[in-house]
């Protein structure tokens, strides 16, 4: 579901819940005046007796003519009484039946759910939840999402879709238990604090499960990437054994920034060995978004002709942010991965403005432009700017990243009267989908990349080199998350690779004669490139060098610069390269002129 249809049901939901109080209006309307209308029939009427009714009498009476109790009624009968006497039945019997579709509504989903198994479970019912849910919902599977408050307006989005919701605090056990989670397939957890994503998962991770020999999995959506970090690193060695809760710990913003730079690309059409161009990522805004982009940037620019990634942050709070930030990425401080600068000033100032104009203005620069303000009428506003200064250059590229609103992105998808395309990014519900913890971007490269490594360590050691056994030599099922991650940025930077020696990836399906493998050159050209990826990738993970190997200690011997490498060490970058058109082909993908 996009934006704007997103917007359009929550829309329909409010005038769905404006239509239901107004019929409930008119129904209790209809009561007072049938009431009325009873108590004064019954007052102008005369009984048996040819006496009149008291006030008190004749409201008794009225409010009897619900239930059709009609045995004191004057003659003859007055016309007030004659419509009360129809109407209050109507009422009663309209009330009644309103009454049973809302109490079946409610509570016919939860009937279904006791009876069925291996369904998902979403804690917490925010944008995140709701896509995630409809996404469950498309895929063909049951799903029920646990929600705090009862007042969140997107339940009427989820019982108009059929998906049963269980109000509660998924904090408590109680409430996990009454949602039968030890009988479901997964678990997604996904509201506003990670604090309370932990707590959930934890309790999760201390059920007993119904069927001893199943697995749970359990994602937790966690905001804070160091955390994150730590807490892979902590389960690693409990995920995946039997009768347990396999966590596993996702992160939207990160997986956007990721999307969004292979998307891109960074390198455009390619930068070759002797290109004298460089790429500068220019971030207005260092937030969630800005410090995730950051990060992957820094992980994935790095061209063969050895130019270092430029990174620029424009904020008006970076000096805070850029402490903050370096506070857990220390290396960042020098220009080892890349050339990072920080500018106190607002992104809707004049400076930053002068700033702007020269950039664009220097020669042999790529120029990749992210507004990541928090605010989405400031983000806009900015791109829209930024596209009047950068008239002159409409070979750069300028996102801007708008959160929800369907109305402000369509805007930015206006065809520009001058300089370059604005494309907004980040929407919440586009990107927040299975794709961001389910199916990983390029996950069977990565996995391809890892079998490449495991055959490659068993053929050196076939041939008589003496090699101690590495954490990373286990099946993928059971490898560590820091080590899948490796690989999964091995193969992100790919088409970065495959660009400098002027080929593309393309469909295997589509396109003919794939290119099976490089040259001896080729790969003196990518092999540094290699090299200088995963240099980055382990200081970024905190690992530094060392003359001995320590993979516990996050020490290592071959992190020093590509002409320092020994002969014997470089083998591994050229094994690396050797592996990429069969790592591309378990994505149906090629190498191709």
């Not at 119904?210 to 990437?225: G, M, P, R, T, Y």
């Not at 076939?462 to 059971?478: C, F, Q, S, Y």
Request: aromatic fraction near 8%.
């Amino acid at each position: 579901m996009n934006a704007a249809e997103n917007h359009s049901e929550i829309n329909a939901a409010h005038h769905r819940d404006r239509a239901a109080q107004h019929q409930w209006l008119v129904v209790l309307g209809l009561g007072i005046l049938s009431l009325v209308l009873g108590a004064i029939g019954f007052l102008h009427g005369k009984g048996p007796d040819g006496l009149s009714m008291g006030i008190v009498d004749a409201f008794y009476n009225s409010m009897r003519l619900f239930h059709m109790h009609f045995d004191q009624a004057p003659y003859p009968l007055p016309w007030e009484l004659q419509i009360a006497r129809f109407l209050a039945p109507i009422v009663l019997w309209t009330t009644l039946f309103k009454g049973f579709i809302m109490v079946a509504r409610s509570h016919g989903h939860g009937l279904k759910h006791l009876f069925q198994s291996r369904f998902v479970v979403i804690c917490g019912l925010g944008q995140k939840g709701l896509q995630l849910a409809l996404q469950c919902q498309k895929n063909h599977e049951w799903v029920i999402v646990i929600e705090k408050n009862p007042n969140n307006e997107l339940l009427s989005i989820c019982d108009d879709n059929g998906i049963y919701c269980l109000i509660g605090d998924a904090t408590e056990l109680t409430v996990l238990k009454q949602a039968r989670v030890v009988h479901a397939k997964e678990i997604i957890i996904v509201t506003p604090e990670d604090e309370t994503n932990l707590r959930i998962a934890i309790h999760v991770r201390n059920l007993e499960l119904h069927d001893k020999s199943a697995c749970l999995k359990c994602f937790v959506h966690l905001e804070n990437i160091h955390l994150r970090e730590r807490l892979q690193q902590v389960f690693k060695n409990e995920n995946g054994t039997r009768g347990c809760c396999d966590l596993n710990f996702f992160d939207i913003y990160d997986g956007e920034a990721r999307r969004v730079l292979l998307q891109l690309p960074l390198d455009g059409a390619g930068i070759a060995k002797d290109d004298p161009r460089s790429v500068h990522v220019v971030i207005f805004g260092f937030g969630r978004m800005g410090r995730s982009l950051a990060l992957r940037a820094a992980k994935m620019g790095h061209f063969s002709n050895g130019k270092k990634l430029r990174i620029s942050v424009i904020d008006r709070t970076a000096d805070r942010q850029r402490e903050h930030f370096l506070f857990h990425y220390p290396v960042l401080e020098n220009d080892t991965i890349c050339d990072l600068k920080f500018h106190q000033i607002d992104a809707q100032s004049f400076t930053a403005r002068r700033l702007v104009e020269g950039w664009a203005s220097e020669k042999n620069t790529l120029l990749h432009f992210f507004v990541c303000l928090d605010d989405n009428a400031s983000a806009v506003e900015v791109g829209l700017r930024l596209q009047e200064t950068l008239a002159n250059r409409t070979d750069c590229n300028l996102w801007v990243r708008v959160k929800t609103s369907a109305s402000l992105s369509k805007i930015l998808e206006t065809p520009p009267r001058i300089g370059p395309q604005i494309r907004a990014f980040g929407m919440l519900e586009n990107n927040c989908c299975d794709q961001a913890f389910r199916h990983e971007l390029n996950g069977p490269v990565a996995h391809a990349l890892h079998i490449g490594y495991l055959n490659d360590m068993e053929k050196r050691r076939a041939v008589g080199e003496t090699i101690p056994k590495r954490l990373a030599e286990v099946p993928w099922e059971d490898l560590g998350e820091e080590f899948k991650e490796s690989n999964r940025q091995a193969a992100d930077q790919i088409p970065i690779k495959v660009r400098a020696l002027g080929y593309h990836i393309g469909d295997l399906k589509t396109e003919s004669n794939p290119i099976r493998a490089l040259t001896r050159e080729q790969k003196r050209i990518l092999a540094p490139m290699e090299h200088a990826r995963w240099c980055a990738e382990r200081w970024l993970a905190g690992w530094s060098h060392n003359e001995k190997r320590d993979d516990e200690h996050h020490l290592h011997p071959d992190l020093v610069p590509w002409q320092n490498l020994p002969d014997a060490e470089r083998r591994i970058d050229h094994a690396q390269i050797e592996q990429f058109a069969n790592a591309l082909a378990a994505n149906g993908q090629g190498i191709f002129k």
